[in-house]
């Protein structure tokens, strides 16, 4: 089946560690999206992308990294300067019709980021 | 960046129509209005959107005001899966952006 993955499901970081989250699609879309989601909170943008090898810093881009070298895969790597990272992680992918701008989101189930 | 208020939450009996309301009063004239919900420990799913007419799928309705500045998405017959946080959401034209809110955790009671 078609659909968006995200691994792992619960992820531990110690201090001063990084960690990257996994995203992968296999929707063939242009488009992919990494969300942070904090209590009670709605989504906020961390990375997009529209193409491969090309992503753009959304609203809280600082203290993450991501690479989009394939199509399928987007990973997003939390790094030692995010200095209040738990939260829950969510990525997207959209069609990126771009003609009729209906650009709905698919969203795979998300990854616990935990500071230990 | 345009904004949407929604209630921080709501209440409705099973099998009752519910209204959920939202305000973008900012929105521009070719800004996308869509609306997704999100199961706890979920990822959200899309629900519905539109642009200046009234839209009607399987899963919902969504009434936009005549002059966009609101829209209301309706469940015809709530369940108790239809329990979620739904988010009323604009698509910018100029960046293909979605601009999530805190959205509305809706309260089915059976």
């Known amino acids: 089946d078609g659909g968006i993955t995200q691994s792992p499901k619960y992820l531990f970081r110690k201090e001063g560690q990084n960690v990257t989250l996994s995203c992968e699609q296999n929707l063939n879309h242009d488009a992919m999206y990494w969300y942070r989601q904090d209590p009670g909170q709605g989504l906020r943008l961390i990375y997009y992308s529209q193409i491969v090898n090309d992503f753009q810093k959304g609203d809280i881009a600082e203290g993450y990294s991501v690479s989009r070298e394939k199509k399928e895969s987007f990973p997003l790597t939390v790094t030692s300067a995010q200095k209040n990272p738990t939260a829950f992680y969510l990525c997207a992918s959209s069609i990126r019709t771009g003609v009729d701008r209906k650009e709905t989101q698919y969203f795979g189930p998300g990854t616990r980021l935990l500071v230990l | 960046d345009a904004k949407t208020t929604q209630p921080n939450s709501m209440e409705s009996n099973e099998e009752e129509p519910v209204h959920l309301p939202c305000n973008h009063s900012t929105i521009s004239g070719t800004d996308y209005i869509h609306w997704y919900r999100q199961l706890p420990s979920q990822g959200p799913e899309y629900v519905i959107h539109?642009?200046?007419?009234?839209v009607n799928n399987r899963m919902a309705s969504l009434a936009i005001a005549e002059d966009r500045k609101s829209s209301t998405l309706i469940l015809h017959r709530a369940t108790l899966r239809d329990a979620a946080v739904y988010y009323c959401i604009l698509l910018m034209d100029s960046n293909y952006q979605l601009i999530w809110g805190a959205g509305t955790k809706l309260i089915i009671k059976p």
């Open positions: 539109g642009l200046t007419s009234n």
